[in-house]
């Protein structure tokens, strides 16, 4: 079975096992339905192909999954303090990052987590150029500026060690300008 079929199946599973959890009950005619709605869902809206490269790197995604969930819980107590410390506002920006990420798919992933980090809001991603536009909640010193590059680049590092090594890349089928 090729590559593009057991990801349809597993789609079709997914989504009827969605709709079997929002009725909130295993039956038959909740099975037929979720399975008919799926297959509507597939055929009315398909998602556009996305070019994957490369391959997944067990340990690099767990030491991913356990970074992330470090600066998530960092940057939600330092949002906690900004908003009970006897002091004005913080000041607030918008900063550009370059970034290094080849893959549309991994750069996306990329935006998600750093949009799950408290404290950033990612407004704006530029394909072609490789960049992104980030609110950032405090930007008041040259410190704050320089703790979150260090935070992008060191998430960067993980998804490229993740996702797409240099080594397992073709330079063919790269999308960059």
């Known amino acids: 079975m090729s590559r593009s079929w057991v990801l349809r199946v597993f789609v079709l599973v997914w989504l ?8 909130g009950d ?11 709605v799926a297959l509507l869902i597939m055929i009315a809206l398909p998602l556009p192909r996305v070019a994957v490269e490369g391959r997944l790197h067990p340990l690099s995604l767990l030491y991913l999954v356990t970074i992330s969930a470090y ?6 107590a330092q949002v906690a303090w900004l908003a009970v410390r006897p002091a004005p506002p913080p000041v607030t920006g918008v900063l550009r990052i370059q970034l290094s990420i080849r893959s549309d798919l991994v750069l996306v ?3 998600n987590v ?3 980090i408290p404290g950033t809001l ?3 991603i530029d394909r072609a150029r490789r960049t992104m536009l980030v609110h950032v909640l405090d930007i008041g010193s040259d410190r704050a500026v320089e703790q979150f590059h260090r935070t992008v ?7 490229i060690a993740t996702f797409e090594r ?3 890349w073709h330079e063919e089928r790269e999308t960059r300008p």
Do not use: M
């Open 166 to 168: 240099p080594a397992e």
């Open 71 to 76: 600066y998530a819980l960092e940057s939600s």
């Open 16 to 23: 009827t096992v969605v709709w079997i959890w929002l009725w």
């Open 109 to 111: 992933q990329f935006s």
């Open 26 to 36: 295993i039956s038959f005619a909740n099975l037929a339905g979720g399975l008919a």
């Open 114 to 116: 750093l949009n799950l």
């Open 122 to 124: 990612v407004l704006e």
């Open 153 to 159: 680049r060191r998430l960067e590092e993980l998804f």
